[in-house]
């Protein structure tokens, strides 16, 4: 049971921190058109 819930607090996290990497590329490829920053890997 612990280990489940580890589990998906630690996919929580994954997600949150795509999430924010994703939010942050999409605000960055504005400033960046030119040199564009390499797009996040997808998530599993």
């Not at 996919?11 to 942050?24: A, E, N, S, V, W």
């Amino acid at each position: 049971m612990d280990v489940i819930i580890k589990d998906i607090k630690a996919k929580g996290r994954l997600k949150t921190r795509y999430i924010d990497f994703q939010t942050t590329f999409l605000m960055d490829s504005n400033r960046n058109a030119v040199n564009p920053p390499t797009p996040p890997p997808s998530p599993p």
